[in-house]
């Protein structure tokens, strides 16, 4: 029996089936070997050495796959026909080098699609591990992983409030942020244009636009007020009209070509709001279940057999004329279709979407879709008649056009058509029309317009803006836009990505001081450099010998910067954002609040950054960076609006941030009635609601069943509780203050009571990160005064504004090498001295060593 090895337990499944009792199907379960998330693990000093290590949670599916090799001779490596597949055989191979010795045999099989007749003639042509897309995959994972274990401290330290920055995920966020400054400065441009609704002299309406005034022929913005737009209409009523040429000319529109892997992101985006992430999660559980062919890959041919049956499918649903009299062929035209399949297609093209039993929604849309795009791209060009009618006056002063559009046969149109990103004005069918007759004038109306910004993106005209620029790779464009958005950098409304202000400080950052390296050429052109190595036509170690060098010296560059440089730099660079002109024309950087202070750019103890006065502590003014004047939180207060009883309620900042106030104080009552915002609250999110909710706490639930007395629920000095009898206890998040009922209430008390019984039970990890470098877990730990992480003896409080879910080991890591430096406390305990040996040295102390090199650490990030 031979060990067939894939990389997902739903697909080893199907397989299983078609292979039979003669082979053993195993996960893999993905990747099983990385490198370590630690500085060194990529060594530029010795020809880029790498060090890798078998996953924890990959383990026992290695020692699964070495069990089945105890007794077979063959391994055969069937992962995914990419690079990335490609590479985990690779990892595999290595990974059981040891129970691979007394002639068993390896080998590598791939398949475009998970059908019976795909996989066992896979299994009739078995080859090597291609090792030239292993040495592409090495290449990427060491640029990605030497950018980000570089780059990323170096944002920490000189940007606080950053998270990381990756070699394309930077450059991806550049796009969105600078999208977002053409928008900021555009300056929308008034224009008018002037229709018409004329008949003919059998009485049939059609519509037409102004074109000729003064017998010049009208520009976009030749009409460009009100006044000129209403001499425009008196100049065409005041003239009769008459038809100077009718001309009809056939046009034909071709189908699209089948799916690759970014426009199957994009029109899933057009047609459902799917983002890349869901599409692609969607489309593997397709492939997985053998459905569709493999879902990343830049081509877009499709194999003869399935163009065959394509056909016959068209032939059999919609008659010989919707087939076209030859084949179509698509061409892809990429460099280096890098990912080497062909086109996302079904893999039966006479399974239709109607007749598969499809559990998920988003798998039902994405296959109906991929099915019909498929099927349109083998059927017959759309045939049209386009007709344009030209109309002037007898003085030749005025000109009116109208045109339209009739289809002739649907063609392709019947199944399929391609979404659009922006919307189009669409033309009808004109009535019988004839030249030299006369036009009555109906109605002549002018319309204002405004030219519009550009718009921001959407996952799918990002996706289409990476493609063109050459930027990221089908592998990489949903990981990409996922990454931004899960480092908040960037945040998605109504499909729409808006990048935070947290994105748009990094973006300043690394154009000012790593500009090289967000640019789109540069990026582009490494990419190419890396679809050379996978075709064997480059060396990987020359590319990262060449890129490790400029970019080693661009950091070294940045060593010597203080925190004020890079505020300055970045205050020059966002200052048309930060500042936007005045209605009244005064400097707009001048402090609104006392008037002789200049506004700069500030950033947070808890990270972020924030517009302040130059003339603090004497004024407080304070505004968020993406805000308006009118959002700053000053000691006076912003107005929310009013309470029930006619009181204003203003949200303020003072000593401890900021806060909401009914009413004003008053010689009867100097202390109004207040409540500081809870952790996550931002000042811009609060609105007069949510600022009536936090004045009314605490808030009574009602009385206990146990015994009458009231159960209220508020929020402390250690956050959100619920208190009954002077028992406190926690509530997990600040939302349940104000939604928690007795039923719940009682059982958090109970919990609480129950573990004041007796001895208090130790405390349960929030989460555990993994292995310290020097052994032992990384856990994130519930405390008294908030989360902090835990490594033996060295505990490290969480910075303000870090969340326990968002902490990453690497993070974890620096903050407990800078506690061990503070404290000087042995992480654990020194070898007992033994009168034959030297003292053993506290482990604290080569991390207090190495802290440097620690601190060095980022995990890996997306490309």
Known sequence: MAVVVVESPAKAKTINKYLGSDYTVLASYGHVRDLPAKDGSVDPEHDFDMTWEVAAESKKHVRAIAEALKTDDTLILATDPDREGEAISWHLKEALASSLKKGKKVSRVTFNAITKAAVTEAMKTPREVDAALVDAYLARRALDYLVGFTLSPVLWRKLPGARSA???????????????????????????????????????????????????????FDIPTVEAAELAVQAVTSRTLAVASVESKPAARNPFPPFMTSTLQQEASRKFGMGAKACMSAAQRLYEAGHITYMRTDGIDMAPEAVMATRAEIKSRFGAAYVPDSPRMYKNKAKNAQEAHECIRPTEMSAAPETLRLSEADQRKLYDLIWKRTIASQMAAARLERTTVDLVSPDGQVGLRSTGQVVMFDGFLRV??????EEEEGEGRLPQIMQGEPAEKRRVTPEQHFTQAPPRYTEATLVKRMEELGIGRPSTYASIITTIQDREYVRKDKNRLIPEDKGRLVTAFLANFFRRYVEYDFTADLESQLDDVSAGERDYKEVLARFWRDFSAAVAETADLRIGEVLEKLDEFLSPHL????????????????????????????????????????????????????????PDGKLLGQDEDGLPITLRTGRFGPYVQRGEATAEAPKPPRASLPKGWSPESVDLARALQLLSLPREIGPHPGDGAIVEAGIGRFGPYVKHNGTYANLPEVEEVFTIGMNRAVEVLAQKTSRGAGRAAPAQPLRELGQHPEGGVVQVMPGRYG??????????????????????????????????????????????????????????????????AVAKGVKKTAE
């Open 166 to 220: 990756g070699r394309v995920q930077s450059v991806c966020l550049r796009l969105i942020v600078e999208r977002e400054m053409e928008i900021e400065a555009f300056r929308a441009r008034e224009y008018w244009t002037v229709g018409a609704v004329l008949a003919t002299p059998r009485g049939q309406e059609y519509a037409a636009r102004l074109t000729v005034l003064g017998g010049r022929k009208l520009d976009k």
């Open 416 to 421: 399929y058509d391609e979404g659009r990103d």
């Open 579 to 634: 500042y936007p002109a005045r209605a009244d024309g005064s400097d707009p950087r001048a402090c609104p609040i006392c008037g002789n202070g200049r506004l700069h750019l500030k950033t947070a103890r808890s990270g972020g950054a924030f517009i302040g006065c130059g003339n603090y502590p004497e004024c407080r003014y304070t505004r968020p960076i993406s805000g308006e004047e009118s959002d700053a939180v000053t």
């Open 787 to 852: 989360p902090y992480v835990k490594w033996e003896k060295v505990n490290a409080t969480l910075p303000k504004g870090v969340e326990p879910e968002a902490l990453t080991l690497d993070e974890a890591l620096v903050l407990i090498t800078e506690k061990a430096g503070k404290s000087k406390t042995p992480a654990r305990k020194a070898a007992a001295k033994k009168p034959a040996r030297p003292p053993v040295k506290s482990k604290v102390t080569k991390a207090a060593k190495t802290g440097k």
